[in-house]
């Protein structure tokens, strides 16, 4: 299985959910910023990831984002963001 490299980012609620979720992270990859991971992970391992992370949130109140950048063997995809995010993802079109 080839791994391929995501970016998780997480906003939780509460403290004690919010170190728990650190704690989580910091054993499936490296922090790029203060809630955003960038991770390196076979498919084995991202279902793992997935299922520590849904055993901690709060489905109401905390959120956890994974972004699919790319094959393990390749540079990240570069991103960019300045200022406020976009508030709502664009649909993408797949030709």
Do not use: W
């Amino acid at each position: 299985m080839s791994n391929k490299q995501y970016i998780v980012s997480y906003d939780i609620a509460e403290p004690k959910r919010l170190r728990k979720i650190a704690s989580i992270m910091e054993g499936y990859g490296y922090r790029i910023q203060y809630s955003v991971f960038l991770c390196y992970l076979t498919p084995v391992k991202l279902e793992h990831l997935k299922t520590d992370i849904l055993s901690i949130i709060n489905h109401n109140e905390d959120q956890c984002l994974i972004i699919d950048i790319g094959p393990g063997n390749e540079m990240p995809a570069s991103i960019t963001s300045l200022g406020k995010p976009i508030p709502k993802i664009p649909q993408l079109t797949i030709f």
